[in-house]
C-alpha cells in the first residue's frame, strides 16, 4: 500500500530540497539558502580578485557580509510564510500586522546589507581604475572587468528584487474569510501561493546560475 504524504510538511520539502525535488506547497527552501550562504561569499571574493583588491581582512569582511546576508533572504522567506498563513487567518489581525512590520523590517535590512558589500566593491574598483589614470600608466583595466563588476551588481541585485516583489505580493493580498475552513495546503493553493513560491524558486535558480557561469 502507498505511503500518503502530507502536502504541508516543511520538513519534508527542506530535506527532499537537498537531494531531489524542490516542493512549492512547503513554502522555504532552507539548503538553497545554504547552498547560497557558502557560494555567494565566494563568489564576492572572485570579483573583488578581479580588479585586485588583496586586503585580506576586507575581503573577509565582504565575504562574511554576503554569507549573512543570504541566511536573511532566508529568515524572510520563513516570514513571508507566516504572513500567508495569517492572510488565511482574518480574526488575528493584529498579529498579522506585527508579522508584516517584521518582514518588512528584515527585507530593509537585507538592502542596507546589500548596499554596504557593493559599495564598497564598487569604490574601490573605480579607485583601482583612477590609481592607473594617476600613475601615467599604458596600461587599462580590461573591459572584462567592467562586465564582471557591473554584470555581477545587476544579478545579486535581482535577487534582492524577486524577494521584494514577493513580499510586496504577499503583503498586498487581501485577508479572506472563505478559506479559514479550509485545510492550510488547500488555502494556499486557492490562493496562488505555490504558484508563487516555485516562480520565485524558478528565478533564484536562473540567477544563480547567470551568476555562477559569469564568473567562469
Known sequence: MLAVRKPGNKATNNKSAYFGQYR????PDFWRWVEYALTAPLQIVIIASSFLL?????LMVLGALQGALMLLGYAIELQISKVCKGKRKPKEAHRNRNNGLKLVYLLVSAWALH???WYVLVERFNRQKNNLQACGSTE????IVDVIVFGEFL???LFGVVQSVHVAAVLS???NREYAMLPASMAAESRGEHTQWAAVSCAYGVLSVLAKTLLK
Open 173 to 175: 493580498r487581501k485577508n
Open 54 to 58: 588583496n586586503d585580506k581582512s576586507m
Open 155 to 157: 544579478l545579486f541585485t
Open 140 to 143: 587599462k583595466m580590461p573591459g
Open 24 to 27: 512549492p506547497y512547503a513554502g
Open 115 to 117: 548596499a554596504v558589500v
